[in-house]
Nanobody
Framework: HVQLVESGGGSVQPGGSLRLSCVASGYTRDNYCMAWFRQVPGKSREAIAT????????SYIDSVKGRFTISRDDARNTLYLKMNDLKPADTATYYC??????????????????????WGQGTQVTVS
C-alpha cells in the first residue's frame, strides 16, 4: 500500500519560490508515474506536472511551463516540485499522486486524475 506525504507548502509573495516534497513509502515492484496536482475550492483537481518512472519530466500544463520543475529522487523515495516566479493564481492545495504505469495509459497531465490510485493529503500554497 503506497503512502504519500507532502510538505513544503506555505505563504509567499508574488515572484517568490517554494519547493514541495512528497515522500513515498510502501512501494511495490510496479513502475510508478508520479504527478503533482492542485485544487482550489469549487474547482476540480488539476494535473500540473508529471514524471515517469525513468525520471523524465513528461509534461506540464501551459500555465506553469518555465516556472515549475518536477523531479524525483528514487533513492530517497521523494518527488519534488520546484516553483519559481509564483503568482496569486498558483494559490491552491497541492497534491502528489502516483499511478502504476501500464500499457495504454499515458503518464501525462492530459490523463487528469485517471490512473492515479495513490494520493497525498495535500499541502497549501498561498501567494499574496
Amino acid at each position: 500500500h503506497v503512502q504519500l506525504v507532502e510538505s513544503g507548502g506555505g505563504s509567499v509573495q508574488p515572484g517568490g519560490s517554494l519547493r514541495l516534497s512528497c515522500v513515498a513509502s510502501g512501494y511495490t515492484r510496479d513502475n510508478y508515474c508520479m504527478a503533482w496536482f492542485r485544487q482550489v475550492p469549487g474547482k476540480s483537481r488539476e494535473a500540473i506536472a508529471t514524471i515517469d518512472s525513468r525520471g523524465r519530466p513528461t509534461s506540464y500544463i501551459d500555465s506553469v511551463k518555465g516556472r515549475f520543475t518536477i523531479s524525483r529522487d528514487d533513492a530517497r523515495n521523494t518527488l519534488y516540485l520546484k516553483m519559481n516566479d509564483l503568482k496569486p493564481a498558483d494559490t491552491a492545495t497541492y497534491y502528489c499522486a502516483a499511478g502504476t504505469e501500464k500499457r495504454g495509459w499515458l503518464c501525462a497531465v492530459s490523463a487528469g486524475t485517471a490512473g492515479f490510485g495513490y494520493w497525498g493529503q495535500g499541502t497549501q500554497v498561498t501567494v499574496s
